[in-house]
Structures are given as structure tokens and as C-alpha cells.
């Protein structure tokens, strides 16, 4: 298959191995970690590539999405001639840990819990993911905005509730990938979580959603499929996370 890849650059080095072991023709494009910042600009930002990948001339298979939910920033992306592919997951957290039970196992109690890794100290030498006014936490804007939208605002505030329990723990988590420990950033992780006073947290994260992405190996439980001039669909749960929108 000829594949055109759309992933945010925290994956970079990851998805460069996978590319290299894959059976088909990869075009890779990266967009910046900062662009997560503004859920609404990356959302206009991957559509452009879509768009642009499609207006290329090449006849891809399938154009792959390596981003989660990403504070609802793929809710609404389409392609109009080809398939898109992209993880069940809420961010990137579980894509890094290798699946949706792995998350639930280490955050399932504390899903809210800050996470980084490698090609987050990398890439913006971020010491964790970061709000939209640069505070440490998780972004909430558009997917609770989402939420209030479908549900109404009292209804969105207990099912918000429910899935970010606020459980006030002091912990810092570092998703460790066996191929990039080599660079020592777990080290310098727990040096920065210790110098702002957070126990740091050392994890096992797992390439293999990844890797499965871009062999082609599109499982339904843990990738969506979505049909040319259908559209990316927020569902909100720990399960589907995401579906296909039919054309109006």
C-alpha cells in the first residue's frame, strides 16, 4: 500500500523505526508539539494536510492519523477520496503506553495524572503535557465544550466529572519506550518532577500502536476506519472513543 502519514512530531522518532520495518511506502509529515496548544488551529492544520495530500496527485490507500482525540482537535476531519485511519485513543498517553487496557490500568483511578515522555522533553523540552495557558494539567476546553454541546451543561458536568476524577495526588509519570531509553530522558524527567517537588513515576510504554499502524494492521477495536467524506466523530467513553460521522 502507498500511505501518507499525519502525526504530531512527539511521536517522530518512534514512527521514523516503524516506518523503516514497514512492508509499505510511507510519506511522512509532522506537525509541531506546540500546535496542541490550540485544539481549534491544529484542527485546521491537519485538515490542510489532508487536503493537501489528496490534492498531491498520489493515489494513497489510506492517509494515517497519528493523534488521539487530542482535546477534540480531530473531531470533525475528513477526507473527501480516501480512508482515514486513526487510534482509539484520548491523547497520546495511550498511544504511547500501547493500548486503551494498559492506560486504564495505570490511569484508570487518576485520569488526569500529568504525563511526558521522550519527544515531549524533546521536542519542546516540556516537563509535562500543558494547559492552553501553559499551566501543567490536561487541556479540557473543546471536548468539554464538545460535551455540553451534545448533553447540555448539567449533564456535561457530571459525565466531565466522571471521566477526570480529581484524586489530588503529587505524581509526575514518565512513559518510558524501550527504543528511545537510551537517551536518558527518564533521568532528566525525575530530576525536573523532584525540583518542583512531585514524586516522578517511571512507566513501560509499548510502540506496538504504532508499529500496527503502519504495517497496515488496522485492528476495529483499536483503530477507526473512516470512509472517504466521512468525518471523525467524538463518543466520549473509554471503549469506541471514536466513529465515523456519515455525510449530512
Not at 35 to 52: C, N
Not at 71 to 76: F, K, P
Request: aromatic share 8%; net charge negative; proline share 5%.
Amino acid at each position: 500500500m502507498l500511505l501518507k502519514l499525519i502525526s504530531c512530531n512527539v511521536f517522530q522518532r518512534e514512527a521514523s523505526l516503524c516506518i523503516g520495518r514497514s512492508p509499505h511506502v510511507v510519506d511522512p509529515e509532522y506537525t509541531e508539539l506546540g500546535e496542541h496548544a490550540r485544539s481549534d488551529g491544529l484542527r485546521k492544520l491537519i485538515q490542510g494536510r489532508i487536503d493537501a495530500a489528496e490534492a498531491s496527485g498520489k493515489a494513497y490507500d489510506a492517509i494515517l492519523l497519528l493523534f488521539g482525540l487530542c482535546g477534540n482537535a480531530t473531531v470533525g476531519i475528513q477526507a473527501r477520496r480516501t480512508r482515514l485511519v486513526i487510534p482509539r485513543a484520548h491523547d497520546c498517553c495511550t498511544i504511547l503506553l500501547g493500548s486503551r487496557a494498559r492506560f486504564l490500568q495505570h490511569f484508570g483511578d487518576a485520569p488526569s495524572t500529568p504525563f511526558s515522555s521522550a519527544g515531549y522533553l524533546e521536542r519542546g523540552d516540556y516537563f509535562l503535557r500543558t494547559t492552553d495557558d501553559g499551566a501543567t494539567g490536561v487541556q479540557t476546553g473543546d471536548a468539554y465544550q464538545a460535551l455540553v454541546e451534545k448533553f447540555g451543561e448539567e449533564d456535561a458536568k457530571f459525565i466531565w466529572a466522571e471521566m477526570h476524577p480529581e484524586h489530588g495526588n503529587n505524581k509526575a509519570v514518565f512513559i518510558d519506550l524501550p527504543e528511545t531509553r537510551h537517551l536518558g530522558y527518564a533521568e532528566k524527567f525525575k530530576a525536573k518532577a523532584e525540583a518542583a517537588g512531585r514524586e516522578s513515576v517511571r512507566i513501560d510504554g509499548d510502540i506496538r500502536m504504532i508499529d500496527n499502524l503502519l504495517k497496515g494492521e488496522w485492528d476495529p477495536k483499536e483503530y477507526l476506519i473512516v470512509p472517504p467524506a466521512n468525518s471523525i466523530e467524538g463518543v466520549y467513553d473509554w471503549e469506541q472513543v471514536v466513529r465515523a460521522k456519515p455525510p449530512a
